[in-house]
């Protein structure tokens, strides 16, 4: 082993329950001859930032970065979330608003969420268009909506379990749309690292991220102090539905499906000329 590999990988991933459940077994040294890790927790606007730095040498990002980063960093076939009925919704104060010219807060212009929003709002509103985007965290976004600072908002996470708390209405469900019309799996978030870390120290941490996954899924319990503590003050419950939605067979696997999700947002979005064409090996890993 050089000296280079013995070093912690520095790692950023959400505090989410999804990422904290996926990489607890990883992050607390139960996974045999795994690579060691130094974590920095931060929210996936953030990461997404750190990827197009080139900061950091694994990272969890937004699938929709991916075009921006690939040539520094490999997609990771495994860790990340992929899934059906877990996309982003579109809500609003009062049901069926029309967003002709309304204001939409989002929480990242280069976030999948935006992508299926945008490819959304291409296929089902008149002219493709709505008012003005505006870019605030996450967690901001439904008292935004709530308070009429904006008139819709697009959000992620557990909001899907909690935005009736706020009196809010669904006016539609992203991921809905991308399955009709696509019949995969909605791509959201994605794990990346450095390709100049090499090919036998990144199939190493596929390799431990799987095993990770697998322990999480084996002791679920085991996950669980490490989960809370970095859930926010989630309740549990939602804390579990949460996992629930995000953290599934392509978590442990990309596989056919998963990858042909991803080169499906990917290829749409630079058709509409949201994001740049992936060339044709640019998933490939290592």
Not at 74 to 87: E, F, I, S
Not at 172 to 182: L, S
Request: charged residues 20%; hydrophobic residues 45%; negative net charge.
């Amino acid at each position: 082993m050089t000296t280079g590999e013995q070093q912690p990988l520095q790692i950023a991933y959400s505090p989410c329950p999804n990422d904290t459940f996926v990489f607890d077994a990883l992050a607390h040294g139960r996974v045999p001859d795994a690579p060691a890790l130094d974590v920095t927790f931060a929210d996936i606007d953030i990461t997404n930032g750190m990827a197009e730095r080139g900061e950091f040498d694994v990272l969890k990002v937004s699938y929709a970065v991916l075009p921006y980063v690939l040539g520094e960093y490999a997609l990771v076939p495994c860790g990340g979330a992929l899934g059906r009925g877990c996309g982003p919704l579109l809500l609003t104060r009062e049901p069926g608003t029309d967003l002709a010219g309304r204001t939409v807060a989002v929480p990242s212009e280069k976030s999948t969420a935006y992508l299926l929003f945008r490819l959304w709002a291409a296929d089902t509103l008149t002219g493709g268009g709505v008012g003005e985007i505006v870019v605030m965290p996450f967690h901001e976004i439904m008292p935004a909506v709530r308070d009429g600072k904006v008139d819709a908002g697009l959000v992620i996470h557990e909001a899907r379990f909690t935005y009736q708390n706020y009196g809010l209405h669904k006016l539609a469900d992203m991921g809905e749309h991308w399955e009709r019309t696509t019949a995969l799996p909605i791509p959201l978030g994605a794990i990346i690292a450095k390709r100049s870390l090499g090919a036998d120290t990144l199939s190493r941490l596929a390799e431990s991220i799987r095993a990770s996954v697998r322990a999480a899924w084996d002791d679920p319990e085991a996950s669980r102090p490490y989960v809370m503590a970095h859930a926010q003050e989630m309740d549990p419950v939602v804390a579990d539905q949460h996992i629930g939605l995000y953290v599934n067979e392509f978590t442990a696997g990309l596989g056919e499906k998963g990858y042909a999700a991803v080169r499906g947002l990917l290829t749409r979005a630079a058709a509409e000329g949201l994001v740049p064409p992936l060339g044709p090996d640019a998933l490939a890993f290592p």
